[in-house]
Structure formats: C-alpha cells, structure tokens
C-alpha cells in the first residue's frame, strides 16, 4: 500500500535535548487525524518533518511513496513532493499587504516559471482556481482586500484556499484555531472536514483542542516526551488518559460550547467571476 503519509525512524534533536525520538507513523489516503499533546511534546517538531521543513537526524519519511527526506537529507525531488503537501499554520502565513486573491495564487507557484512567479503573471485558468478556492471556502466577498483587512478565521481560510490551488493531496496543519474565537474554529474544521469527505485530501492536524480532536476526526495520534503515546479511535481517549497526557483534569481541556460534528458545505462554482480574477496576463 502506497500510504499518503509514512514516517520510518525519524528522529530530532536540538543539542542535548531530544525532540523527536525514532518514530513511526502511517496515514492512508484520505485519512483524517488529529495530532494532540501538551507543549512540547513534540508535534509541531513532528510536522514540519512530515512535510519537509525540517530534516531529521535519521530516519525516512515518504509522501505516497516517495521519499521526501531520508538520512538527515533532503531528496532531490523534494521540492516536487512538497507541491502534494499544504501546509496551514497557527499565524495563517499570509502577506498582509498583498491582496486576498494574490495571497492565494501563491499555492500555483509550484507549477509555473519562476519569472512568471515573480512578477505575478497568473494563467485564466489559475485565477479561476483562486476564484473557485474562495468560494468554497465562503470568502470570495473578500478577493480583493488585504489580508490584514480580514478576521483570523476568514485569513485562516484563505490560507486553506491557497492550498486548494496548490492542489494539496495532503494537508498539514499546526495549531490552525489555536487563535480562532469558536465560531470561526468551527467554521475552518468545518471546511476541512469537507475537503476530507468530499475531495480526498488526507488530513493531519495538530490540536490542542481535545474536543475538537473527538469531534472531527477518528483517528487520534497522542505524543510526550518525543514518543507516540497512544495511536487509535479518538472515542478510546478517556478522561484518566488526557489528565496524564496533559497534566490537568479532561473538563479543563473541554472549550467553552461543544464542538459540533463537520457541517456539509457544497463546493461552489461561478462562471461570473470579476474580470480581475479571470483576466489573463
């Protein structure tokens, strides 16, 4: 089986301190799973493993069967993989004073000239890609303000349309509601548990949100210490087992409000889109 996801023996270290600790993980196509742990345990270390931003000391970790990093190195076709791969971050990592539009037609730099790249000049068909990504995530009001014009969900969604353009086949994400009020929090899991359902992406979240991890996703991967402590169904998560993980009682790690199971949103189409988005240069 060519997994989405495999990580052989991967392992970390910053001087004395060991981050990651020889580990192995296997997602499947279209997987869901939520990565949980108290801080520094150890997830955000493991994510950027997964996708290439960090190399490991040893170890091997494979994006649908070929091999991103092995060894401590980069592959030589590492910068191909990484296009299968979207990443979502806890700061959106948008350009604030580019606009909505230009933010997401960052995801098509992969497939196209660095020339083209660097002075903007985007096909029809990717601008209509942008526009489509914007309206299925329920934003394509805001195509042409700035980033920093948006609240933290709306710029959080964006950054899941950028991936939508980059035609990600893998979504990682690190902490993506840690700075999301709940309404919105809902609103992007939401959006990625669609994409999960109804395009395949395979997904891997890391959460501090235990009721989050229950509500959204089957699969539960626990890490302390460096180490995978618990890898199953999220329904076997019991209270005695997150007040060891965490360190504090399971009410103190339920959020305000239930989080509620992913809502179905319909991807939208337009054949209207604003002569800006669709214009070709």
């Known amino acids: 089986m060519s997994y989405a996801l495999a990580i052989d023996g991967i392992s970390k270290s910053y001087g004395a301190v060991r981050a990651v600790s020889s580990l192995n993980l296997r997602i499947a196509p279209g997987e869901r799973v939520a990565l949980i742990g108290a ?38 076709d590492a910068r191909k993989i990484r296009r299968r791969i ?55 009001q805001h195509a042409h303000k700035r980033a920093e014009a948006l609240s933290g969900g709306q710029q959080q969604r964006a950054a899941i349309a950028r991936a939508l353009v980059q035609r990600a086949k893998v979504i990682i994400a690190d ?33 501090h949100q235990v009721d989050y991890a229950r509500a959204y996703f089957d699969r539960v991967v626990a890490m302390r210490g460096g180490e995978i402590v ?28 239930q989080a509620g199971p992913a809502e179905t949103h319909q991807p939208m189409t337009r054949n209207d889109a604003p002569a800006e988005l669709t214009r070709a240069h």
């Open 39 to 76: 801080s520094g345990s150890g997830k955000s270390t493991l994510i950027r493993l997964a996708s290439g931003l960090l190399t490991g000391d040893s170890g091997e970790v494979r994006v649908f069967g070929e091999a991103i990093q092995r060894s401590g190195k980069l592959t030589k």
């Open 86 to 140: 979207g990443l979502i971050f806890q700061k959106f990592n948008l350009v604030n004073r580019m606009s909505v539009t230009s933010n997401v037609l960052v995801g098509a730099l992969g497939r196209i000239s660095e020339l083209r790249g660097t002075f903007g000049f985007y096909c029809r068909a990717d601008r209509e890609a942008a526009y489509s990504a914007l309206c299925q995530v329920g934003i394509e």
């Open 175 to 207: 902490e993506p509601i840690a700075s999301l009020d709940p309404k919105s929090a809902k609103r992007v899991m939401d959006i990625l548990a669609d994409l999960n359902k109804t395009q395949g992406i395979t997904l891997l979240v890391s959460l």
């Open 230 to 257: 618990f890898d199953g169904p999220s329904s076997k998560l019991t209270p005695e087992f997150l007040t060891e993980l965490y360190g504090a009682s399971a009410e103190e790690l339920i959020l305000p409000g």
